[in-house]
């Protein structure tokens, strides 16, 4: 009956580890890309960017507007206020206004010869310059009711447009700005995708390690269980002393301690991974890279190409030439605007052909310009503010240039460091393996305590979790490598990762 149970224990047992999610690396990528939240805000950023692109080019366009208006008034206009008279006089044959002798009441006189009309007190003039002195003999009449014009109720409207003929350049490099915007919002959402693929890759090789260390942990234990089990034999012989088996028992406490630490960690990162990929923290799968056996790839580029690749470096760009088009925006404030405008206008009552209350319009097409002439220095302040601007941009870009270059530097040192430290220790695992091999010989044939075997097991885990450290470093190393050379980018996404069973 116990065998039946044990067969079926471990029947399960294989088809768990059987249906068991293994994952690679490139899927982790895809999930965490697919999942994060922060990267779905930048493609917004980007979206919006590009729609103020957009809107940044219409202002190359003319602008069509309609406008109307309506207002009462209380009282009429009146051009008079009260009723003319206009004297009746004579066109001339020159076409002027005049009059004759007997339209006029004037007595006359003759000086130097020739007939001068007198004033009210007889003193002669000119009627050129003095018109008021002639007296009419007969007015017209221009009634106060003729000249007074209902608007009590008035109606206007226009629609038309507005063309800018040219602007300084404003307009050009309001488009450049919004275009260096979008550009700038595209390399902060590549900044955000290597920051996680970074986080990603982090996250998988702290797994990766931990499962290694997990994996040693246990052998270790079952390492010193066997030398526990070989001296409880040996204490009931009589060729081992009771405090030789209580050292064994302290050292299998202290490998049992170490598995579970071991297991805690790695739950407690298999979360964080989960976390990132988007998964449910409980969720166990298996780590294709488990092994580390993967061969690590060292990214070699020009210096010049991986400042380019990296996104700082594009956003800092974009900063520059933000500032460099808003200096030529600064520079275009004193130039003249010109601009083309035509309308068609219809008011309410029609002032066109008479005074009419009927709506009435007409076309009106023309040019605007506006030259700037003095503001007290105005512009030349803002013009050297943005200059100013402009070399601050062009120095950050230039500094962080040469931090990076020393970062790509660091990187690559550390890469062949790591890569020394991982030689080094696989010959540290030869030396602890051999070593091992002795101490077992040894104390099978009782030339060795078991303090001594203890030792080279102990010697022997610290060898082989100094292995585990010096891979997952060469992996980290590159990883860093990688980002700091820009050649970490995002995989294409899929629509369903790869998850081998």
């Given at each position: 009956m116990k065998k039946e149970v044990v067969v079926v224990i471990a029947f399960i047992t294989s088809l768990q580890m059987y249906s068991q999610k293994v994952l690679q690396l490139e899927d982790c990528?895809?999930?965490?890309?697919?999942?994060?939240?922060?990267?779905?805000?930048?493609?917004?950023?980007?979206?919006?960017?590009?729609?103020?692109?957009?809107?940044?080019?219409?202002?190359?366009?003319?602008?069509?507007?309609?406008?109307?208006?309506?207002?009462?008034?209380?009282?009429n206009l009146s051009l008079l206020s009260g009723d003319a008279t206009l004297p009746v006089g004579t066109k001339m044959a020159d076409g002027s206004f005049g009059f004759t002798a007997d339209q006029i009441s004037n007595k006359w006189t003759l000086v130097n010869g020739q007939a001068v009309p007198l004033?009210?007190?007889?003193?002669?003039?000119?009627?050129?310059?003095?018109?008021?002195?002639?007296?009419?003999?007969?007015?017209?009449?221009?009634?106060?009711?003729?000249?007074?014009?209902?608007?009590?109720?008035?109606f206007a409207g226009t629609i038309g447009f507005v063309q800018p003929i040219f602007m300084g350049g404003k307009i050009q490099e309001l488009y450049r700005i919004a275009k260096y915007g979008e550009n700038?919002?595209?390399?902060?959402?590549?900044?955000?995708?290597?920051?996680?693929?970074?986080?990603?890759?982090?996250?998988?090789?702290?797994?990766?390690?931990?499962?290694?260390?997990?994996?040693?942990a246990k052998e270790y234990r079952d390492l010193v269980a066997q030398v526990d089990s070989n001296i409880n034999v040996m204490v009931e012989e009589g060729v081992a002393t009771k405090a030789e088996r209580l050292k064994v028992k302290v050292k299998l406490n202290e490998a049992d301690i170490t598995v579970t630490k071991a297991e805690d960690g790695l739950n407690l990162s298999r979360m964080a991974l989960n976390q990132l990929c988007g998964m449910s923290l409980d969720e166990v799968y298996t780590l294709a890279d488990e092994d580390l056996k993967t061969p690590t790839e060292t990214p070699l580029i020009p210096v010049d190409e991986a400042l380019?690749?990296?996104?700082?470096?594009?956003?800092l760009k974009q900063m520059e030439n933000i500032a460099k088009s808003n200096e030529k925006i600064m520079l275009s404030r004193f130039m003249p605007n010109i601009g083309l405008t035509g309308n068609y206008l219809v008011s309410n009552p029609n002032v066109y052909d008479g005074y009419k209350n009927e709506f009435g319009g007409m076309f009106t097409v023309g040019v605007v310009a506006n030259i700037p002439l003095f503001h007290f220095g105005d512009k030349i302040h803002t013009l050297n503010a943005a200059k100013t601007q402009h070399r601050i941009a062009t120095l950050e870009l230039e500094e962080t240039k040469e931090k990076l270059q020393l970062q790509i530097k660091q990187s690559s040192?550390?890469?062949?460091?790591?890569l020394k430290k991982q030689t080094s220790t696989q010959h540290n695992i030869e030396q602890a393996e051999e070593n091992l091999r002795y101490a077992n010989e040894g104390f099978n044939e009782g030339v060795i305590t078991s303090t001594d075997l203890l030792g080279a097991q102990t010697a022997w885990l610290s060898a082989q979790s100094e292995l585990i450290d010096a891979n997952i470093d060469v992996k980290l190393c590159n990883l860093y490598l990688a980002k700091s050379l820009g050649t970490l980018r995002a995989p294409e996404l899929k629509t369903q990762p790869i998850i081998k069973k």
């Open positions: 990528r895809q999930m965490a890309l697919s999942h994060n939240k922060s990267l779905k805000m930048a493609q917004e950023s980007v979206n919006a960017a590009r729609e103020l692109k957009a809107a940044a080019f219409t202002q190359f366009l003319p602008n069509f507007s309609a406008n109307g208006t309506y207002a009462w008034n209380q009282k004033d009210a007190n007889n003193v002669p003039f000119n009627p050129k310059t003095s018109p008021d002195k002639i007296q009419w003999k007969s007015y017209a009449l221009l009634p106060k009711s003729a000249m007074e014009y209902d608007i009590h109720n008035v700038l919002a595209k390399a902060q959402q590549e900044n955000k995708v290597t920051e996680l693929l970074l986080e990603v890759d982090e996250a998988y090789w702290r797994v990766v390690s931990l499962e290694n260390k997990v994996k040693l380019n690749n990296r996104p700082e470096i594009k956003q040192y550390k890469v062949a460091e790591s």
